[in-house]
T-cell receptor, first 111, second 113 residues
Framework: QKEVEQDPGPLSVPEGAIVSLNCTYSNSAFQYFMWYRQYSRKGPELLMYTYSSGNKEDGRFTAQVDKSSKYISLFIRDSQPSDSATYLCAMSTSGTYKYIFGTGTRLKVLA | EAQVTQNPRYLITVTGKKLTVTCSQNMNHEYMSWYRQDPGLGLRQIYYSMNVEVTDKGDVPEGYKVSRKEKRNFPLILESPSPNQTSLYFC????????????FGPGTRLTVL
């Protein structure tokens, strides 16, 4: 079993839809949770960063962490064609410099 | 402009021919890291460095070497490349590691024949 599981998609939604992207993990020691967006032929860029459990909102993006279920989510409201990209979740533990990434979910927002 | 640069961006080589992929950042970051990205496997960490002369293994270090002699540079060395090292490689840097944003370079696509 992989430490971090992420559905690869692709996920196609119409413009304006609410998108839900998810990752599950097995290591209960993870405390830092991140979502990266990666456009085709580009390096990943950080979208959201959350420490421990709870929600965090930034504009159209909301990140949720449920440590009891070992489940994290990224919600995108009012999705735009420019949101079409691969979304990667990533996790790390306190006191370490190692990151574990999910395989990424490819999202396509149709105009 | 704050950035992470990698060179070369594309490289085709043959088995056993030593190569180096350079990585440089201009943000005075202490933390730097190398990843490889493969279909179905995602991003996997190869090596990371917490500061000058301090490096450690990630999840897939076999067949790779790194060095950190200067803060801004973190080259990835493949002493004897093999076809299973064909991949897309990313360098990243951050202020101090797990609690900070990582900034990724544009990637190096390596093909080993």
């Amino acid at each position: 079993q992989k430490e971090v599981e992420q559905d690869p998609g692709p996920l196609s939604v119409p413009e304006g839809a609410i998108v839900s992207l998810n990752c599950t993990y097995s290591n209960s020691a993870f405390q830092y949770f991140m979502w990266y967006r990666q456009y085709s032929r580009k390096g990943p860029e950080l979208l959201m960063y959350t420490y421990s459990s709870g929600n965090k909102e930034d504009g159209r993006f909301t990140a949720q962490v449920d440590k009891s279920s070992k489940y994290i989510s990224l919600f995108i409201r009012d999705s735009q064609p420019s949101d079409s990209a691969t979304y990667l979740c990533a996790m790390s533990t306190s006191g370490t410099y190692k990151y574990i990434f999910g395989t990424g979910t490819r999202l396509k927002v149709l105009a | 402009e704050a950035q992470v640069t990698q060179n070369p961006r594309y490289l085709i080589t043959v088995t056993g021919k030593k190569l180096t992929v350079t990585c440089s950042q201009n943000m005075n970051h202490e933390y730097m890291s190398w990843y490889r990205q493969d279909p179905g496997l995602g991003l996997r960490q190869i090596y990371y460095s917490m500061n000058v002369e301090v490096t450690d293994k990630g999840d897939v270090p076999e067949g790779y070497k790194v060095s950190r002699k200067e803060k801004r540079n973190f080259p990835l060395i493949l002493e004897s490349p093999s076809p299973n090292q064909t991949s897309l490689y990313f360098c990243a840097s951050g202020l101090s590691g797990a609690t900070d944003t990582q900034y990724f370079g544009p990637g190096t696509r390596l093909t080993v024949l």
